[in-house]
């Protein structure tokens, strides 16, 4: 039986996009994945193209190897990995404390690259999660108390009704505290790989792999 498609759906197939913009030798790498990724981050941003270049599909897994996805946002990023915040009893907050592995996606289709991180998951310190809990604005904090992250709900009622409550016990923003069920997660990588597009699908994708404490390989994948 031959389905009818409707709209664009029949033209998915043809959907193609040649990419031309350039390439990535191993020339062009720096000497630690954290400096590339700060050279590639910073066009990102300066390029004015990508809408938000923290922007990272963040996948993780429960204990019995079902994943999941969703797009979270980079916080911080320094030579020990990378970091998003998020309350703990969400559904990645729970598939992380039984399987500490994530891997990350960062798609600048614009500039026609994207970055892959693949590592193990460990929380970061409470003084770190109330250093940046104090940079988000008074609203963003007061959602972290009010929100059952990934519960269902009947409607926006009760989590509307939940911000009312907290707003009442911090009016000042100054004063509401991170939640002891919200926090930081960094991600340790084990390999990241720089991907740009290429035309024919012939990629460039160079990965900067980790084989002891303190040291990395280059290595380029067929695209």
Known sequence: MRLVTVGYSDRVAAMRRVYRLGGLSESDLADRWWQQFGRWFAEAVESRLVVEPNAMVLATAD????????????????????????????????????????????????????????????????????????????????????????AVIPSRKPLEEAVVEVAARWPDQRQVPPPEHWGGFRVAPETVEFWQGRPDRLHDRLQYRRVAEEGWVVERLAP
């Open 63 to 150: 204990a019995g190897g079902r994943p999941s996805a969703r797009t979270v946002l980079m916080k911080e990023y320094d030579e020990r990995g990378i970091v998003f915040f998020t309350n703990y009893r969400s559904r990645k907050g729970r598939e992380l404390a039984v399987n500490p592995h994530a891997a990350l996606v960062f798609g600048w289709v614009p500039l026609e690259r994207q970055v892959v991180v693949c590592g193990g998951v460990d929380r970061v310190g409470r003084e770190e999660t109330a250093a940046y809990f104090e940079t988000r604005p008074y609203g963003s904090r007061l959602a972290a108390w009010a929100s059952p992250q990934s």
